[in-house]
DNA sequence: AATGAATGAGCCTTCATTCAT
DNA sequence: GATGAATGAAGGCTCATTCAT
């Protein structure tokens, strides 16, 4: 993660499709180590042991360990926004979109499989920030802030613009992101916690009541204060 | 971290006015660098060079990095206590304690001043854990998180032990653990933040109210369904 | 010198001409240092230094400085059972083997080349013994002293379990282990000493003629006792 | 160890027995560790500790580790040769000289107590001699390597000066020695070893039979040799 | 006379990276 | 296109020693 530029680092495989892709062996086992590890405590040893490649694939195909960490990011951004997007739907009842954005999410964190590795690489970068977190803020968090902003506006009945409705993503997100970065502490005062895709869901189901309680309340009492007034 | 036991740790300095104390200056800048950096992170040599002591020192007072992280954690955790207490009065009103534990548990996390170390290394060992993990669970999370059960309870009408309660709780806590664990991303997204007291104080206050409200509505619809069976 | 598996220790190189052979050349200087200085007091720094390669070129190439250690001893075990075998044949006769054997071994002990570093690593390790011990004990020196007790029983007309053929043994052994290990003070309180192969056979000869005449005297003892009962 | 002068050495405490021996109680441990551990592994430390003394003390009293070593070495030498004295009587019978000398000899390596400290230290120093080597020979080793020669020579009929004498006290000294220096791999290969004082005692009847059964031979083969010219 | 505290040199190991085929 | 080998920086720790009472 040198500043300066990097000289060596060389361009995409002139020929992608050799042999079944050391370079998509070596995306796969980093997405899965960066998932679980963070970007830091991650080795390129461990990467390419998994990977079954030398240890100098990764800085032939991607430079040194940090563009490794980039192109797993991108790599994984489209499958992980696919199989669980963020949308908002003008038109649509704003409490179903809130309970989707809450399965959604929950699956993108706590599910094992591929596609969620996205969604961990975001919620380690949130705890670890790396120089990239510059870039996925504005290329992708800040897109799908404003999805999540203007769904919870819809359901709070104020402008997505609005302190109001700032405070209760950041509220929504956090009990989400908190059972995946914090698991290890959940688990222990917590015995006996399972991770099946269906309790993953009951855990999103529950967030969405909790939100949707709160945000109906709070609407409820913005409005009374806008009569008041 | 080694297993067994470490022979060599010194206790507490006879002659505590030596020079301002060695010891003291290492706990000094162990936790501000523990607390920003993490265990694995933090190095012991940063650690001496902000405490102008040679690197022999740790090991001399301490035994090893690891032991001093204990220490640390302990020296920091009276101190957090005694100035963010979270208590439950089974006799007083069940929202204004959960308004307190709120602003109590969000100074401890977002003030930037020493009291606030101990909270902000708990939220790291939530996030990285150590060996440590399992004692603090053991004689610090775990009774914390009995007393805020029963705040939650209280206000929920649920018993302490029900799994409504727990996911209430759980929910709560993650709201205002990840505005410190995930500050480096809330920043990014939602520029212009403050982390002054008022405002701390502010981010407190509005997830009580989220979760009251929540809290509230949760409670009739337990209620409701009760009588409706 | 971990007790878990190392995973990292790599096999013999695949290009074994590379440059002359950076492995070879530290399993060189280590023999050389580890027989000199023995494991403890050895230090990477300077066997690295002798090989004039990297310090972390053994941890590529042995793990640790253990499993060097481990490394440098059979790889030169091999080298020195060859060139100063020790066996026993039964058709033989005994007092020829008994001098051979105090050949071999006095040679592998004090020779200046590179075939004796495997014996003096054996001394150095009974004196200052490391988790080696208990390998080298099982694969190595069992079957040796085996063999050397039945070339001691055939001189001295005992079975080969006896406990008289134990201790001839045991004091054959001394005799010769002591010029090695002992050599600084040999050196000084008999100075003049010179370790040229002539000289050192004739130090064999000398402990082969002692040893007999007293397994000659033994046996003969041993007779008349029993002829005695 | 330093081999230019001590500047900051202190002479003996001016105040000798100021409390029943801060200095004393140093010694005594310092000879255990010494004789069990020799030189170099022994730690200031773990000497400190055992002697209940601050580890400044060593420096006070006896400047550093090595002032420290050679003060245990002469403060055990009287104890040791006074107990298991090695003495030659021109007058005497050569044989039963012998037999006391192998078994003070080896009291003095492997019995537990205090004064066999002594004889340790000596034979921790053959194996990895420091500086201090060559003042012991010069004032102990020389002359008790003059005293076993004489004895020795006595019973091969030899002058003490011939090469024979010297081979043959060699041949003796190495037997014994081996059984202290070699305990690690001799415990190993021959399991079930005592070192009771009744064995020990055992030992060395047995290398004395040994060797005089040697002597005696040699003596003769001289004797005939000398018929014959 | 004695000590707790502090020091600096040195050790083994790990890691990402780069060299030379 | 791919690899085994080699590198240098850095990390945690231990030790004998010295400082300042």
């Not at 989400?176 to 290890?184: D, E, G, K, P, T």
């Not at 222990?188 to 969405?208: C, I, L, M, S, W």
Request: with cysteine.
């Amino acid at each position: 993660m040198k500043t300066a530029a990097k000289p060596r680092r060389r361009a995409a495989p002139r020929h992608p499709a050799h042999d079944a892709g050391t370079r998509d062996r070596i995306l796969e086992a980093a997405g899965e180590v960066f998932a679980a590890e963070g970007f830091r405590r991650a080795t390129v040893r461990e990467i390419c042991a998994r990977a079954k490649v030398n240890i100098a694939a990764i800085n032939y195909h991607f430079g040194d360990k940090y563009e490794l960490y980039r192109e797993v990011f991108s790599h994984f951004a489209r499958a992980g926004i696919e199989q669980y997007p963020v949308t908002f739907d003008p038109g649509g009842k704003p409490e179903p979109q809130l309970r989707a954005f809450c399965r959604n999410f929950t699956r993108r964190l706590l599910d094992p499989g591929r596609p969620a590795w996205h969604g961990r690489l975001i919620a380690r970068e949130m705890v670890e920030p790396t120089p990239l977190l510059d870039e996925i803020v504005k290329s992708f968090m800040r897109p799908q802030w404003e999805t999540i902003l203007r769904i919870v506006a819809a359901n709070v009945g104020a402008p997505p613009g609005s302190e109001l409705a700032r405070r209760c993503a950041t509220s929504l997100i956090g009990q989400m992101l908190f059972q995946h970065n914090c698991r290890a502490v959940i688990d222990r005062v917590q015995p006996g916690q399972e991770y099946t895709p269906e309790e993953n869901d009951r855990r999103a189901a529950f967030v969405a009541e909790f939100s949707l309680a709160a945000l109906r309340a709070l609407r409820g009492a913005a409005k009374r204060k806008a009569v008041a007034r």
